[in-house]
């Protein structure tokens, strides 16, 4: 007799439908694909949103307007900046910087923890405790000094922001899979599977992923809009995207000096920032009630 395999299904669209016209989390999904899209579209083919470059220095046009206001620039819609860059060229090209930054950091925190919390909680004693341990100094050490430290024994890039990044999450991934693992470890599947022979490496990858998934799931949906943010601040500092580079982050810490007089310098990229994190919040807020099997078959 096999062992019945426990991985949760998706709910039929039909569901999903019922679920959305009932005040269900359809539409958070549909809002924030949109955003994801519209974020792809701009990584893939910058060139449908803007002729301009986001390098080229025109002194002449510095701290134009933008379009919409009294004596704004219709060849910038956005307006420009302090050394006449065009202000729309760096918010589609920063879209190839902040947001895959932040994506690349939640898949290597995400990895690495959930392997980390799955072998802590399944195997306990010494392991866990070693674990366990490393995580919580991780967690107590300040995230900011830990930037400080990384970025002064590599210095500043993407990739190692990207390290900088999923040093500091990978903490909360591990304790989430640990407890998630050691509350299912005991379980009847789990018994009969170990029961049937089934090799340790495909029981936790058959039966125990797929159970704890929609939990690390909306924690990565979280954490991708808390490391825009983080990636924003450390650039803000000179420790994220190395400058001419058009880090959404870079952006604002370079149009600080004008915020009284020109704030679309800092409110756009800001206003980038803000949409692209709620939408993936949304994403994985909605997908965590959409995969969640006690939330998907509950209607």
């Known amino acids: 007799m096999a062992v019945l395999d426990t991985a949760p299904a998706l709910p039929r669209v039909g569901s999903w439908n019922r679920r959305a016209r009932g005040g269900g989390p359809v539409w958070k999904l549909y809002a924030s694909l949109a955003v994801c899209v519209l974020l792809a579209s701009a ?17 002449g046009d510095r701290l134009l307007a933008p379009g919409w206001s009294r004596g704004g620039s219709t060849v910038h819609p956005l307006g420009t900046d302090a050394l006449g860059r065009d202000l729309l060229a760096r918010v589609v090209y920063g879209a190839r910087y902040t947001p895959p930054i932040s ?12 392997i980390l919390g799955v072998v802590a909680g399944y195997f306990g004693g010494l392991v866990d405790l070693v674990i366990i341990a490393l995580a919580d100094f991780m967690l107590s050490f300040p995230f900011i000094l830990t930037a400080l430290l990384v970025a002064a024994v590599l210095g500043a890039g993407v990739f190692n922001l990207i390290v900088i990044l999923a040093l500091g999450s990978w903490p ?13 470890r005991h379980r009847e599947f789990m018994t009969a599977a170990r029961a049937m022979g089934l090799r340790t490496a495909a029981m936790l990858r058959r039966h125990l992923l797929p159970n704890i998934s929609s939990s690390l799931i909306v924690i990565g949906g979280l954490e991708v809009a808390r490391l825009m943010i983080a990636e924003a601040f450390l650039s803000f500092l000179g420790l994220g995207v ?7 982050g870079n952006m604002i810490a370079t149009g600080r000096d004008y915020l ?10 800001g206003l980038a920032i803000m949409l692209s994190a709620t939408a993936f919040n949304f994403l994985g807020d909605a997908l965590r009630e959409l995969l969640d099997p006690r939330l998907a078959h509950g209607d």
């Open 260 to 269: 009284i007089q020109q704030p679309w310098l800092v409110i756009v990229p």
């Open 172 to 184: 909360t991934y591990a304790r989430i899979a640990r407890a998630e693992t050691a509350s299912m």
């Open 43 to 59: 990584v893939l083919f910058p060139g449908a949103f803007t002729r301009s470059s986001p390098l080229q220095q025109q002194l």
């Open 242 to 248: 190395p400058p001419p580079l058009p880090s959404w």
């Open 103 to 114: 994506i690349a950091a939640v898949a290597a925190a995400g990895t690495v923890g959930t």
